[in-house]
């Protein structure tokens, strides 16, 4: 299977500042089927992006995504307060999906 | 608006069954090019997909889990369901179900339940 590791761990940074969160992916993940969610305390997980790329509906514009083979990154443009919370990436170009364990973006 | 709503036994004893139920509202199970889906989530952990039927009905399983794990679809209520056997402490987690979208053979998740935790303890 397919192992995602997220880097960092735990981003510490401050509302209106750039957020850039890394997933790489142990081999390539076919036709960049990756997608990223977003999840608050005690929250289910919200779709972000899909396809790499893609924003899923009423996603805002702040929040990108990007990367092919095994490099992804999600960023957020201009943190808004609402935005601190623990993202997953996950693939689903091959069997099993996976996902990776997690970028905690916390206030500075 | 679709909604996925969990229920079932929160507290399992070791070597029992566990069983969640997922009501959907909003949307028809029986709608082609999404799976149904199950997910869970270790206290303070990451994410594991669990397994998923097809609105066919077929059911493809996580192979870390296959041997323990069946899912089932009801519908008639528009509902579906899991069962993981022989449970142990390291399946405590909180369970999800979530609707899945189709990319070829696999699927990412657009919809989710709230999220159910299932505690196994004696």
């Known amino acids: 299977e397919i192992v995602l590791t997220q880097s960092p761990g735990t981003l510490s940074l401050s509302p209106g500042e750039r957020a850039t969160l890394s997933c790489r992916a142990s081999?390539?993940?076919?036709?960049?089927?990756l997608a990223w969610y977003q999840q608050k305390p005690g929250q289910a997980p919200r779709l972000l992006i899909y396809?790499?790329?893609s924003r899923a509906t009423g996603i805002p514009d702040r929040f990108s995504g990007s990367g092919s083979g095994t490099d992804f990154t999600l960023t957020i443009s201009r943190l808004e307060p609402e935005d601190f919370a623990v993202y997953y990436c996950?693939?689903?170009?091959?069997?099993?999906?996976?996902f990776g364990q997690g970028t905690k973006v916390e206030i500075k | 608006q679709l909604q996925l709503q969990e229920s079932g036994s929160g507290l399992v004893k070791p070597s029992q069954t566990l069983s969640l139920t997922c009501a959907v509202s909003g949307g028809s199970i029986s709608s082609g090019g999404y799976s149904w889906s199950w997910i869970r989530q270790p206290p303070g952990k990451g994410l594991e997909w669990i397994g998923y039927i097809y609105h066919s009905g077929s059911t493809y399983y996580n192979p870390s889990l296959k041997s323990r794990v069946t899912i089932s679809v009801d519908r008639s209520k528009n509902q579906f369901s899991l069962k993981l056997s022989s449970v142990t402490a390291a399946d405590t987690a909180v369970y999800y179900c979530a609707r899945g979208i189709v990319a070829t053979t696999n699927y990412y998740f657009d919809y989710w339940g709230q999220g159910t935790l299932v505690t196994v303890s004696s």
């Open positions: 996950q693939q689903y170009g091959s069997s099993p999906e996976t």
């Open positions: 396809g790499a790329s």
């Open positions: 081999q390539s993940v076919s036709s960049s089927y």
